[in-house]
C-alpha cells in the first residue's frame, strides 16, 4: 500500500526505512530531518524545559502541527475526507 507524507504530501516508497516516530504520522525521511531542525528552534524559542510534562506536550503538539496531522487551532485534520488530502485547494 503506497503511503504519502503528511507533510509534503509525496509518495513514500515501500522499502523507504522510516523513523519509527515519523512513521506514524507518516512523514517522509526528508520532512523528519526537516522537523529535527525545527525542534531546536521551537525548544530554543518557547524557552522549552524538557523535564517539564507540559513542555514536553507543547512540543508534541508543535510536531503534530509541522508534519501536518494537527492545524495551529488544535484541530485533528482528518485525512480520510479527500478534501483534506488536497491542500492547493481553499476548503469551503
Known sequence: MARNCTKCKSEI????????????????NKCWEEWKTYRIMVMNEL???MSL???RKL????????VGVLTPQGDIIDFTNENNRKPDKPQV
Open 13 to 28: 516508497p515501500d522499502s523507504e526505512q522510516l523513523d519509527p516516530v515519523a512513521s506514524t504520522y507518516p512523514c517522509c
Open 47 to 49: 524557552r522549552l524545559d
Open 53 to 55: 510534562p507540559e513542555h
Open 59 to 66: 512540543l508534541k503538539k508543535n510536531e503534530k502541527i509541522f
